[in-house]
């Protein structure tokens, strides 16, 4: 702000006042495009793609004057490769100005307990690097733990990917230093043959979309400090 002012002041005497005017709108277009409040990044359960991950889209709705950008894709994302685009995809949106409040939150690592195209430290490793990441990059991280409602790909068994899944929730669970708010989805989806709550055994209902929006909203005010 303080480089700008001194450049509009240098300028003034040769620009009409039609001419600062529209400079000082492209500088706030700019500044608008250059970061995000919220960034929403992960696999299908993240995806805001409905009717299995509306919570995003919900999440924004009830805000006013936060931006929010969602870049989770549905399909078979593991960990290693949502980490791969960091810089195409989360780091442009990072806030950049000292002082600008930035959420980041990650939901990820389900498909890579049903593959056996990863390993469970190599998630590990993929989800520290994010969160690392994140913070550098000015964010405040929200972390989850990987839900119930398993679907393997062969070798792995439905046993084989729920061990999987536990010791990484164990990891995520133990290492609270690493992120600011954990969202536990875990303890909050534990049982599959809920049909209220995952449509498939795996994806969000309507009210399983709902308890995420409940335990996300809040976290978000506190990070954000609103």
């Given at each position: 702000?303080?480089?700008?002012?001194m450049?509009?002041?240098k300028?003034?005497?040769?620009?009409?006042?039609?001419?600062?005017?529209?400079?000082?709108?492209?500088?706030?277009?700019?500044?608008?495009?250059?970061?995000s409040?919220?960034?929403?990044?992960?696999?299908?359960l993240?995806?805001?793609?409905?009717?299995s991950?509306?919570?995003?889209?919900?999440?924004?709705?009830t805000?006013k004057?936060v931006?929010?950008q969602?870049?989770?894709t549905?399909?078979?994302?593991?960990?290693?490769?949502?980490?791969?685009?960091?810089d195409?995809?989360v780091?442009?949106?990072a806030?950049r100005?000292?002082?600008?409040?930035?959420v980041?939150i990650?939901?990820?690592?389900?498909?890579?307990?049903?593959?056996?195209?990863?390993?469970i430290?190599?998630?590990?490793?993929a989800?520290?690097?994010m969160?690392?990441?994140?913070r550098r990059?000015?964010?405040?991280?929200?972390?989850?733990t990987?839900p119930?409602?398993?679907?393997p790909?062969?070798p792995?068994?439905l046993?084989?990917?729920?061990?999987?899944?536990?010791?990484?929730?164990?990891?995520?669970?133990?290492?609270?230093?690493?992120?600011?708010?954990?969202?536990?989805?875990?303890?909050?989806?534990?049982?599959?043959?809920d049909?209220?709550?995952?449509?498939?055994?795996?994806?969000?209902?309507?009210?399983?979309?709902q308890?995420?929006?409940?335990?996300?909203?809040?976290?978000?005010?506190?990070?954000?400090?609103?």
């Amino acid at each position: 702000k303080g480089k700008w002012t001194m450049q509009m002041t240098k300028m003034t005497a040769k620009l009409t006042a039609n001419d600062i005017a529209r400079m000082r709108q492209l500088h706030f277009r700019l500044s608008e495009l250059g970061w995000s409040d919220v960034v929403i990044d992960g696999d299908s359960l993240a995806s805001n793609m409905p009717p299995s991950s509306t919570w995003p889209r919900d999440l924004e709705a009830t805000f006013k004057g936060v931006r929010f950008q969602h870049i989770a894709t549905s399909g078979s994302k593991n960990a290693i490769e949502i980490a791969d685009r960091w810089d195409s995809h989360v780091h442009p949106h990072a806030p950049r100005d000292n002082g600008a409040r930035g959420v980041y939150i990650l939901v990820a690592g389900k498909n890579d307990a049903c593959m056996a195209k990863v390993s469970i430290d190599q998630t590990w490793d993929a989800l520290q690097a994010m969160w690392a990441k994140a913070r550098r990059d000015g964010f405040k991280v929200i972390a989850t733990t990987v839900p119930s409602g398993m679907r393997p790909f062969a070798p792995l068994t439905l046993a084989d990917s729920n061990a999987l899944r536990w010791r990484l929730n164990a990891r995520i669970r133990d290492n609270a230093n690493l992120y600011d708010t954990l969202i536990d989805l875990a303890a909050m989806f534990q049982d599959t043959d809920d049909t209220s709550l995952l449509s498939d055994g795996v994806h969000f209902t309507p009210s399983g979309n709902q308890k995420v929006l409940d335990a996300v909203k809040p976290a978000v005010l506190n990070l954000l400090a609103l």
